[in-house]
């Protein structure tokens, strides 16, 4: 007994689907293969493999030649120290005309081949490999200042550094949420979403960081070759007036920005106009003055009932401009800082 015609088209049908989504794998697996080349970008971005190069060219795994200027073999990273290859993961470099130095594209058929570019020319210390509708383009940058999010598919925009090695790299940063601590700034590098390559100098300050003579300082360290920050150092130098009980290294957590203690000297609530609130209240009696506004206290200035100014310290600054006075139909002096005046 035969079966249904229906039941045979059926059959037919689905054998033919079969055989179409087996040859659509075949085909997509060969595309993949003909994308990636020497090296699977999606295997550097997701297994974080190491690089050897030697001197001579060599040719990729599909027989097609590449650049005579570099050979690449491609190991897995065995170790658990900070990584052996020079790509970014976070982040391509976006070529500005400020980091900017040379396109590259006629040779140019992968990744790597880029990378031998950057290695070759004495001014070039990142690199960008770009490619979309299957044309290749490198640039060679000095720099790394503008940083974009990686694209769709990651491989199509990669970036990476000239030098590096592994254990040349110091750890990510702490990041602390509130903005009222300090913040690290690197060379080329945002210090919380990458690693650091050695030798890159970070720095960070507070606006009421100062030395004995009055002269703001920046804190510098720089990250060494073994993956410690060298010891950390103030510019200008000099001994400290107002800052941490000590200069912080980049590993250590990021210190608080604080301001230096105000000195009010005169009650503002003197003024017709004038109220002056603190929501820790200040004794401003004339036997009291000056009084002190110390650096976690808030106040509010109102002239006839308007709010003024609100007088807080902000990422060690001073808001609500103590400097002008805190006055309405008076005129009374700046405010300053507790150790700016005389006694």
Known sequence: MQPPLQFSLLLLLLCQATNAMKHKIEMDFQTQNEITGVLSSEAILEEHEAEAETNE??????????????????????????????TIYEHYCYPTARDFIEQVDGEVKDYMDCKGYCKEHKDCNY???????????CFLLSGCNEQKPKCIPKHACMSGRKNCGIGSFCKK?????????????????????????????????CPSWKNKEGKQITAKSSCMANGSWSPTVSFPGGELEFGPDKLPSPDDKDPPCHCQDLKLTYNPN?????EFYCEDP?????????????????????????????????????????????YCSQWKPPVLVWDEEED
């Open 57 to 86: 060219g060599s040719s990729s795994s599909s027989g097609e030649g590449v650049s005579t200027k570099i050979k690449t073999s491609v190991v897995m990273n065995t170790t658990t120290q900070h990584g052996g290859n020079c």
């Open 282 to 326: 200040l004794n401003m009696t004339a036997a009291a003055l000056p009084a002190r506004v110390e650096t976690s206290n808030v106040c509010h200035f109102f002239c006839d009932r308007i709010l003024i100014d609100i007088v807080e310290c902000k990422e060690g600054v001073w808001a609500g401009r103590p400097d002008l006075g805190f």
């Open 173 to 205: 940063l702490e990041h602390h949420s509130t903005t009222e601590h300090s913040r690290w700034r690197c060379e080329d590098v945002n210090p919380y979403d990458e690693r650091i390559p050695a030798g890159t100098p970070c720095h960070t300050w």
């Open 270 to 274: 003197d003024d017709p106009a004038g």
């Open 127 to 137: 690199f960008t490999f770009l490619k979309h509708r299957g044309i290749a383009s």
